[in-house]
T-cell receptor, first 115, second 116 residues
Framework: GAGVSQTPSNKVTEKGKYVELRCDPI?????LYWYRQSLGQGPEFLIY????????DSGLPNDRFFAVRPEGSVSTLKIQRTERGDSAVYLC?????????????FGQGTRLTVV | AQKITQTQPGMFVQEKEAVTLDCTYD???????LFWYKQPSSGEMIFLIY??????QNATEGRYSLNFQKARKSANLVISASQLGDSAMYFC?????????????FGKGTRLSVIA
């Protein structure tokens, strides 16, 4: 597609359930990023992929959060045993390379609500 | 330590006037890139402008310019001739290291409101 695509756009889940959020980056982009954005805050870095490997996962808040990118394209962010505090907009971004001067293009985000 | 600081939670500007949104950053890496993004109420993040740490001149993109003061570690965004459609959240971000493998780190943002 032309831009970064995230599905679903909205997800409501019950506390304790497992959720998967999908990101389809721009074709050919090797770098992929996941961010979490709470209301009124800036995007908070979660994890960064270069190709298939996680180059930096230091932003994942705890072991309930996990992300994969098995073929170097689509990525899935997985959250186990969801908590109400996980409610936020999850943003995915991709860039052509991970080089310092390349801009990141963002998807529309997935709004996760844990009830 | 916070790497990106945006001290203005909210700003107002009259339509057609210029406005400056402040951003200071903290890094010990001599190679880094600075970015500004706009986030309207629709939620999408729109890239506006980029400044590299080795760039000699301030970046400009249409009505957007970046006032880069390296010694002061500031990268303020200047929007000229403000339009109602400029009302949005604005985020400053930095990526350290020119070789990559580092993520974009964002500030908390500034909400700009353009008044008719």
């Amino acid at each position: 597609g032309a831009g970064v695509s995230q599905t679903p756009s909205n997800k409501v889940t019950e506390k304790g359930k497992y959720v998967e959020l999908r990101c389809d980056p721009i074709s050919g982009h090797t770098a992929l990023y996941w961010y979490r954005q709470s209301l009124g805050q800036g995007p908070e870095f979660l994890i960064y992929f270069q190709g298939t490997g996680a180059a930096d996962d230091s932003g994942l808040p705890n072991d309930r959060f996990f992300a994969v990118r098995p073929e170097g394209s689509v990525s899935t962010l997985k959250i186990q045993r969801t908590e109400r505090g996980d409610s936020a907009v999850y943003l995915c971004a991709s860039s052509l390379t991970g080089m310092g001067n390349t801009e990141a293009f963002f998807g529309q985000g997935t709004r996760l609500t844990v009830v | 330590a916070q790497k990106i600081t945006q001290t203005q939670p909210g700003m107002f500007v009259q339509e057609k006037e210029a406005v400056t949104l402040d951003c200071t950053y903290d890094t010990s890496d001599p190679s880094y890139g600075l970015f500004w993004y706009k986030q309207p109420s629709s939620g999408e993040m729109i890239f506006l402008i980029y400044q590299g740490s080795y760039d000699q001149q301030n970046a400009t993109e249409g009505r957007y310019s970046l006032n880069f003061q390296k010694a002061r570690k500031s990268a303020n965004l200047v929007i000229s001739a403000s339009q109602l459609g400029d009302s949005a959240m604005y985020f400053c971000a930095m990526r350290e290291g020119i070789r990559g493998n580092t993520p974009l780190v964002f500030g908390k943002g500034t909400r700009l409101s353009v008044i008719a």
